[in-house]
Nanobody, 119 residues
């Protein structure tokens, strides 16, 4: 079955770094664009970063540009989010997303991992 399993979340001080990982299984990973979203209580889930199938193109929310980097390894079927210079406002549950758009479409979500940025 399809699985997206996030890891790497935790508690970090402002200015610190974390690296999130998302391991995929059960689908053709290399055919899917991969994204990271985040959500805080009472707010809609927002796109943080996105990477195309071959990793050639990336896109970031304005709030994280220059601080976060998304990457993927199609051999390991994993996507990563390197988060540097973390701020308290980055505190959220981070979700991994896989999307296939075309004649056949599909959209998968992970269970989320908590990131807390606090002194």
């Amino acid at each position: 079955q399809v699985q997206l399993v996030e890891s790497g979340g935790g508690l970090v001080q402002p200015g610190g770094s974390l690296r999130l990982s998302c391991a995929a299984s059960g689908f053709t990973f290399s055919a899917f664009a991969m994204s990271w979203y985040r959500q805080t209580p009472g707010k809609e889930r927002e796109l943080v970063a996105r990477i195309t199938t071959a990793g050639v193109s990336t896109d970031y929310a304005d709030s994280v540009k220059g601080r976060f980097t998304v990457s993927r390894d199609n051999v390991k079927k994993s996507v990563y989010l390197q988060m540097n210079s973390l701020k308290p406002e980055d505190t959220a549950v981070y979700y991994c997303n896989a999307q296939l758009v075309g004649i056949i479409s599909a959209n998968y979500w992970g269970q989320g991992t908590q990131v807390t940025v606090s002194p």
